[in-house]
């Protein structure tokens, strides 16, 4: 059995800086495509960013410039710093991975305000 633990949201101003950790309890990460996503109140959940197995990443468009994706398959864990945070940024953001099957982690809630 999957699970995906997500960490490190929070409250931040706009302007700021947060960076999501998820840390996958799997044989094998490596062989994961990697991704976060993200469901702001009254929204469907959307894609934020995925990473390969190749380490090959994806960006919304809104996110690119400002967002960063990044594995570590040494720790089994994928990162998402994210930069010049706006306050329609705010959202719980899932981790995500899929290989043969897709699973997920329970969220963490990030907010940007002032």
């Known amino acids: 059995q999957v699970q995906l633990v997500e960490s490190g949201g929070g409250l931040v101003q706009p302007g700021g800086s947060l960076r999501l950790s998820c840390a996958a309890s799997v044989s094998v990460f490596s062989l994961y495509t990697m991704g976060w996503y993200r469901q702001a109140p009254g929204k469907l959940r959307e894609l934020v960013a995925t990473i390969t197995r190749g380490d090959v990443p994806n960006y919304v468009d ?34 995500n991975a899929f290989f043969l099957k897709e699973y997920w982690g329970q969220g963490t809630q990030v907010t940007v305000s002032s």
């Open 62 to 95: 809104s996110v690119k410039g400002r967002f960063t994706i990044s594995r570590d398959n040494a720790k089994n864990t994928v990162y998402l710093q994210m930069n010049s945070l706006k306050p329609e940024d705010t959202a719980v953001y899932y981790c």
